[in-house]
C-alpha cells in the first residue's frame, strides 16, 4: 500500500522560457516547436513514485507576459470538473471576474497560483540574461508573499542552446544557494534533467508520518499510476 500525496507544483518566469514545453515533456514527454503562448494559465497531473508515497503534482503553468484579460478568461475557464472543484475553493472564479472587468495585469493572478503550493519552479532561458532579472523578481515576491515552505526549484531552460549562453551556470548555482533552491540547467526540447527537476522537488518534501492514517488529504492505494490529466499541445 502506498500513500498519494497531492502536491501543488506552480511554474512561473518569463514569457518564452518554456514553461508549457517542460510541464508538457514532463507530463507526456512531448515538444511542439510551434507551441502557443499561455493565456492565463493551464492544469495538469503526473503522478510519480517517490519512496513509499506516490506525489501527485497538481501543476499550475501561467502565463510569462502580461495580456489583457478579457481574452485570457475564456481560456481559463475552461475547466476540468476536477479544477472546477479546485478553483472553487481557492475562490479564482470571482476573483477572475473582478479582474477581467478591472483588465488588470495577469500579475495580479499569479498570488492564486503560487497559493498553497508546495514547490514553485521557477524558468529562465540561459540564452537569455533578462529571464534572469525576471526571475530574481519572481523569488522576491515567493518570499515576501508565498507559502513559508515552498520549495523553490530553478530550471535554466534551453540548455540545448549552449553555444548562445548568456547566463553561466555558475551564476544560476550561486544565487540558488544564496536563496537554498534547487537548480537545474534542462532541455525541454532534447529532454535533458526534467524528470530530474521534478525529482528534486520530491526529495525536498519531507515523508509523511508513517503512524498518521490517511487523514491529512492522502488516500492509500495498491500500484504507482501515471496519469495526465489533459492534452497540453
Ligand atoms: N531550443 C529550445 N527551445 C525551447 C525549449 N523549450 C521551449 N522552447 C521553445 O521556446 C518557445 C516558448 O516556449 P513556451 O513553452 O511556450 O514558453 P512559456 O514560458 O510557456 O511562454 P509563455 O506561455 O508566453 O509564458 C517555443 O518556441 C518553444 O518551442 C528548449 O528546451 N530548447
Partial sequence: MMAIRELKVCLLGDTGVGKSSIVCRFVQDHFDHNISPTIGASFMTKTVPCGNELHKFLIW???????????GCVASLELTGYLKALVETLDVQSRQDE??????????LAPMYYRGSAAAVIVYDI???DSFYTLKKWVKEL???????????????KCDLS??????????KEYAESIGAIVVETSAKNAIN???????ISR?????DPHE??????????????????RCC
Fill in 213 to 230: 492514517n490517511g487523514n491529512n488529504g492522502t488516500i492509500k492505494v495498491e500500484k504507482p499510476t501515471m496519469q495526465a490529466s489533459r
Fill in 194 to 200: 526534467i524528470e530530474e527537476l521534478f525529482q528534486g
Fill in 163 to 172: 553555444d548562445i549562453r548568456e547566463v553561466p551556470l555558475k551564476d544560476a
Fill in 204 to 208: 525536498q518534501i519531507p515523508p509523511l
Fill in 143 to 157: 518570499k515576501e508573499h508565498g507559502p513559508e515552505n515552498i520549495v523553490m526549484a530553478i530550471a535554466g531552460n
Fill in 127 to 129: 540564452t537569455k540574461q
Fill in 61 to 71: 503553468d501561467t502565463a510569462g507576459q502580461e495580456r489583457d484579460l478579457s481574452g
Fill in 99 to 108: 479582474l477581467c472587468s478591472d483588465r488588470r495585469e495577469f500579475h495580479s
